[in-house]
C-alpha cells in the first residue's frame, strides 16, 4: 500500500535510486581509513563475499547477515547489515527482512526491511534509507510540517525544532518519546518532520494513503510512529519499507526480482551468492523449481477458495478459463492453450468473499459470488470467446439483511433448466456458533425472481457447524442431493451415533436427497465421516453423483470417495490417498471418467476412476513443491478437457504474495512417480 501524495507526479524506479546516490542518505557511521568520500555513487565493484554471521528469520524467509570481502583495487571492506541491525532496536525497529541483501545500485549494498531500508557503501558505511522522505520526494515535494506545534513536554530535535514527546498536539498519550529514545533517536529515526498529531488535525499537512483518521502519527526521516492512544498497546511503526519497495519497483516489479522471494539460510564461511552482488543480475526472475506455469498473482492464500466451488473450466475450441480470488476481487484469467494466460481483470462489480464459483450453461459463462458481507449473493453472466469477455449486469440472488447470513454459494441446474443456489449462514452466539444451509432457486430460466430459501439442516446439525461448513448441492434425473460438512467439536455433548467407531468424535459428511420438487421433506443422506476445512467436491454427470472428500484416517486424512443415485443412495467408499486439509479437487471428463486430485506434504497427486471400473488407477504425480514455494497447504481446482486431458490448479507462495499456477495432465500418460520424486 503506498502513500497518497497531492500531487499526482511519482518517481520511478531509477529517478528514485538516482536521488539515494546523489546524496540524500543521511550519514550515521564513517568513512573507509581512506577517508574517501568524492565517489557519491559509489561505484565499487564487490568481489570475494563471504558470510562471516548470519541470522535466518524463518518467519520471513531470508538472511541478516554480516559480509567481508573485497572492493575495486582488492580494498577489504565489511558490510555488517547484522550488527547495525541488532544495535539500532532489531526486529522492533526495523521489522522482520523482506529481502536479502543485494546490490541495488552500482556500488551500493541494501537490505529492505518492513520498517526502513538499510545501505552500505565503502565510502560512507552503513547507513539508513530516509524513506519517508525519499517516499515525499517521490511524490513531487519534500520539507519540514511548520503547524501544529506541539507545547508538550520533550525532546526538540533538528534543524526544524520539533518536539518529540510522549503527548500527542491534541493530548493523547502516545509514548513516542519513549520508543525514540531506547532505539536510538536521530541515530535510526532521522529528524522529525512533524509533531505528533492526527492526519485529521485542520494544520497537519503529511498523510498516508486512504481517509484521515484520528490515529495519531509523527513523521521522521526514515520513520513514521503511530499511537491509538490506548494505555494496553505500544506504539508501532509504519512499514515504509514496504511501502518504498513498491513506489521503487511499482506495479508489483519486486516480484520478479530474486532478491524479494524466499530464501534459504545462508551458513557461516560460504560464499554470498554472485547473482545479488552483481547490479541488475537480481532482476533476472528464478522460478526456484516452481512447476506448470503462471496464471497470476494475488495477495490473499484464499485465492482458490473454495473446494466445493469449481474456478476453472475449459471450453473446447476456445480454451482454459480461471476464476479466483484476490483480496475483494474476482479474477477471470484465460489460455488458449494451458501454456500461458492473460493478465487477469475483475468481472465481479462489488468488493467480494471469498468463495467464489464459476460454470457454464449453455454456452455462456456465469460467476456466482457473494458480497464482502456475506450478505448478498450475486449470479453475473458473460459471453466468452477467445479471451474476450462481455458482461451482463448482475443478477441479485438473495439478500439476506444480516452480515453472514449467505456465504460461500454452490449451483447447479435443475432438470427445467432454473438454477439453484445453495448458501450458509453463520452466528455467533455465547453459547457458540449455529450454521445452517440454505437452497434457493430461479423462479424460470430468466433468473430474475428466486424464491425464499429453504433451510436444509437441522436444529441439532446447526449447532455442530462451524467456521469451515458448507454446502454444495447435485441433480440426477429428478433427484436432488445436497450435502455439508459439519466440522468435530471437542467436548461436545452432542454425539452422532455411527460416527464413534475409532473412540474419537470426528465431523460428518451431512446429506439430505429426494425428489428436487419437495424439497421441504428431503430425506437423511449422510456419506459418513469427515475431517478436513471443505475438503470435498460433488458433481453430477447426470446419471450419478460423484462426492469426492477426506474421512478420519490413521494417518490423518484419507481422500474418499463415494456416488449417489435415487435409487440406491450412496455406494461403497474406494479410499483414494492420504491427503491434508485444503487439497481436493475433482473433475468429470465426457467419457465419464473420475478425476480426483490431492495433496500431501506438498506433493499434488491425482488417481482416475475410468468408466465402467471399481478401482481407481494408479497414483500419478501433478507436481512437488518446493520447500521455498510451499504455502502449507496447496488448495486444488481442476477440469477436464478433450481428448484424455484435465487440467488443475494448485497454490504456491514464492515471496510476500501468491501464486496460482495450473498444469495439463493426460489420463494414459505412463508415470511410476507417485512419490513425486521425479
Same mark, same amino acid.
Given at each position: 500500500m503506498g502513500m497518497k501524495i497531492s500531487s499526482s507526479r511519482r518517481l520511478g524506479r531509477l529517478e528514485l535510486v538516482l536521488l539515494l546516490v546523489a546524496g540524500l542518505l543521511v550519514v550515521i557511521v564513517g568513512c573507509d581509513s581512506d577517508g574517501g568520500r568524492a565517489d557519491l555513487s559509489g561505484g565499487a565493484r564487490f568481489e570475494g563475499l563471504i558470510v562471516e554471521t548470519a541470522l535466518y528469520f524463518p518467519g520471513d524467509d531470508h538472511n541478516v547477515v554480516k559480509l567481508r570481502g573485497t572492493y575495486t583495487g582488492g580494498r577489504p571492506f565489511e558490510a555488517d547489515f547484522l550488527g547495525y541491525f541488532n544495535a539500532t532496536g532489531g526486529s522492533e525497529r526495523w521489522g522482520g527482512p523482506i529481502s536479502e541483501l543485494f546490490e541495488e545500485w552500482p556500488g551500493t549494498l541494501v537490505q529492505y526491511f518492513s520498517n526502513g531500508v538499510l545501505s552500505y557503501r565503502p565510502s560512507w558505511g552503513m547507513e539508513w534509507r530516509p524513506a519517508w522522505d525519499l517516499l515525499e520526494e517521490g511524490a513531487g515535494r519534500g520539507g519540514v510540517e511548520d503547524m501544529p506545534t506541539n507545547a508538550n513536554d520533550g525532546a526538540v530535535v533538528g534543524p526544524g525544532e520539533k518536539v518529540v514527546s510522549n503527548v500527542s498536539v491534541e493530548g493523547v498519550e502516545v509514548g513516542f518519546r519513549d520508543v525514540y529514545e531506547r532505539l536510538g533517536g536521530e541515530?535510526?529515526?532521522?529528524?522529525?518532520?512533524?509533531?505528533?498529531?492526527?492526519?485529521?488535525?485542520? +494544520?497537519?499537512?503529511? %498523510?498516508?494513503?486512504?481517509?484521515?483518521?484520528?490515529?495519531?502519527?509523527?513523521?521522521?526521516?526514515?520513520?513514521?510512529?503511530?499511537?491509538?492512544?490506548?494505555?494496553?498497546?505500544?506504539?508501532?511503526?509504519?512499514?515504509?519499507?514496504? $511501502?518504498?519497495?513498491?513506489?521503487?519497483?511499482p506495479d508489483g516489479e519486486w516480484e520478479n526480482l530474486t532478491v524479494f522471494l524466499r530464501t534459504a539460510p545462508l551458513g557461516i564461511g560460504e560464499s554470498y551468492p554472485e547473482a545479488y552482488v552483481d547490479y541488475f543480475a537480481a532482476e533476472v526472475r528464478e522460478d526456484q523449481g516452481a512447476g506448470g506455469v503462471l496464471v497470476g498473482r494475488v495477495r490473499h492464500p484464499y485465492a482458490l477458495s473454495y473446494h466445493p466451488q469449481p474456478h476453472l473450466l475449459y471450453r473446447e475450441d476456445d480454451g482454459w478459463y480461471a476464476f479466483f480470488l484476490d483480496l475483494d476481487d474476482g479474477l477471470l484469467a484465460y489460455s488458449r492453450d494451458g501454456a500461458d494466460f492473460s493478465s487477469p481483470e475483475s468481472v465481479t462489480h462489488i468488493p467480494v468473499a471469498a468463495g467464489l464459483a464459476m460454470y457454464e450453461i449453455g454456452g455462456e459463462l456465469y460467476f456466482l459470488y457473494a458480497d464482502r458481507n456475506f450478505m448478498r449473493v450475486f449470479l453475473r453472466r458473460a459471453q466468452v470467446s477467445g479471451g474476450e469477455v462481455?458482461?451482463?449486469?448482475?443478477?441479485?440472488?438473495? +439478500?439476506?439483511?444480516?452480515?453472514?447470513?449467505?456465504? #460461500?454459494?454452490?449451483?447447479?441446474?435443475?432438470?427445467?433448466?432454473?438454477?439453484?443456489?445453495?448458501?450458509?449462514?453463520?452466528?455467533?452466539?455465547?453459547?457458540?456458533?449455529?450454521v445452517d444451509i440454505w437452497v434457493t432457486h430461479a423462479t424460470d430460466a430468466s433468473m430474475r425472481e428466486w424464491t425464499q430459501p429453504v433451510r436444509i439442516s437441522s436444529d441439532e446439525q446447526a449447532l455442530r457447524g462451524g467456521a469451515g461448513t458448507?454446502?454444495?448441492?447435485?441433480?440426477?434425473?429428478?433427484?436432488?442431493?445436497?450435502?455439508?460438512?459439519?466440522?468435530?467439536?471437542?467436548?461436545?455433548?452432542?454425539?452422532?451415533?455411527?460416527?464413534?467407531?475409532?473412540?474419537?468424535?470426528?465431523?460428518?459428511?451431512?446429506?439430505?436427497?429426494?425428489?428436487?420438487?419437495?424439497?421441504?421433506?428431503?430425506?437423511?443422506?449422510?456419506?459418513?465421516?469427515?475431517?478436513?476445512?471443505?475438503?470435498?467436491?460433488?458433481?453430477?454427470?447426470?446419471?450419478?453423483?460423484?462426492?469426492?472428500?477426506?474421512?478420519?484416517?490413521?494417518?490423518?486424512?484419507?481422500? %474418499?470417495?463415494?456416488?449417489?443415485?435415487?435409487?440406491? %443412495?450412496?455406494?461403497?467408499?474406494?479410499?483414494?490417498?492420504?491427503?491434508?486439509?485444503?487439497?481436493?479437487?475433482?473433475?468429470?471428463?465426457?467419457?465419464?471418467?473420475?478425476?480426483?486430485?490431492?495433496? #500431501?506434504?506438498?506433493?499434488?497427486?491425482?488417481?482416475?476412476?475410468?468408466?465402467?471400473?471399481?478401482?481407481?488407477?494408479?497414483?500419478?504425480?501433478?507436481?512437488?513443491?518446493?520447500?521455498?514455494?510451499?504455502?502449507?497447504?496447496?488448495?486444488?481446482?481442476?477440469?477436464?478437457?478433450?481428448?484424455?486431458?484435465?487440467?488443475?490448479?494448485?497454490? $504456491?507462495?514464492?515471496?510476500?504474495?501468491?501464486?496460482?499456477?495450473?498444469?495439463?495432465?493426460?489420463?494414459?500418460?505412463?508415470?511410476?512417480?507417485?512419490?513425486?520424486?521425479?
Open positions: 541515530g535510526t529515526f532521522g529528524y522529525p518532520k512533524s509533531a505528533a498529531r492526527s492526519d485529521m488535525h485542520p +494544520d497537519a499537512r503529511l %498523510s498516508i494513503e486512504g481517509p484521515p483518521t484520528d490515529v495519531i502519527r509523527q513523521y521522521f526521516q526514515s520513520a513514521v510512529l503511530e499511537g491509538y492512544g490506548d494505555a494496553t498497546q505500544a506504539p508501532t511503526f509504519r512499514r515504509l519499507g514496504e $511501502e518504498l519497495r513498491a513506489q521503487i519497483y462481455r458482461m451482463a449486469e448482475p443478477l441479485l440472488v438473495m +439478500d439476506r439483511d444480516v452480515s453472514f447470513a449467505a456465504g #460461500i454459494p454452490n449451483m447447479a441446474i435443475d432438470p427445467v433448466g432454473r438454477p439453484w443456489v445453495v448458501v450458509r449462514s453463520y452466528e455467533s452466539l455465547p453459547t457458540g456458533a449455529v458448507s454446502g454444495s448441492l447435485a441433480f440426477v434425473d429428478e433427484g436432488l442431493v445436497i450435502v455439508f460438512d459439519i466440522d468435530a467439536k471437542i467436548g461436545t455433548g452432542s454425539k452422532v451415533a455411527g460416527y464413534q467407531d475409532d473412540g474419537q468424535y470426528h465431523g460428518e459428511m451431512a446429506g439430505y436427497a429426494g425428489d428436487y420438487r419437495d424439497v421441504e421433506n428431503l430425506a437423511t443422506a449422510n456419506a459418513g465421516q469427515f475431517k478436513g476445512t471443505h475438503d470435498y467436491a460433488l458433481i453430477s454427470d447426470g446419471k450419478r453423483a460423484h462426492l469426492a472428500y477426506h474421512r478420519p484416517a490413521a494417518e490423518g486424512q484419507m481422500m %474418499s470417495y463415494r456416488f449417489w443415485t435415487p435409487d440406491s %443412495s450412496w455406494s461403497e467408499r474406494l479410499d483414494v490417498g492420504v491427503a491434508q486439509t485444503h487439497a481436493t479437487a475433482m473433475t468429470l471428463d465426457s467419457e465419464g471418467n473420475v478425476w480426483v486430485f490431492y495433496g #500431501i506434504r506438498a506433493e499434488i497427486k491425482f488417481r482416475v476412476l475410468k468408466k465402467g471400473e471399481t478401482a481407481f488407477g494408479q497414483v500419478r504425480c501433478v507436481t512437488r513443491i518446493p520447500h521455498l514455494r510451499d504455502m502449507g497447504s496447496p488448495w486444488l481446482a481442476a477440469a477436464a478437457a478433450t481428448r484424455g486431458r484435465a487440467g488443475v490448479m494448485w497454490m $504456491e507462495k514464492p515471496g510476500e504474495f501468491w501464486e496460482v499456477r495450473f498444469q495439463t495432465v493426460v489420463l494414459e500418460e505412463q508415470s511410476e512417480d507417485a512419490d513425486c520424486a521425479g
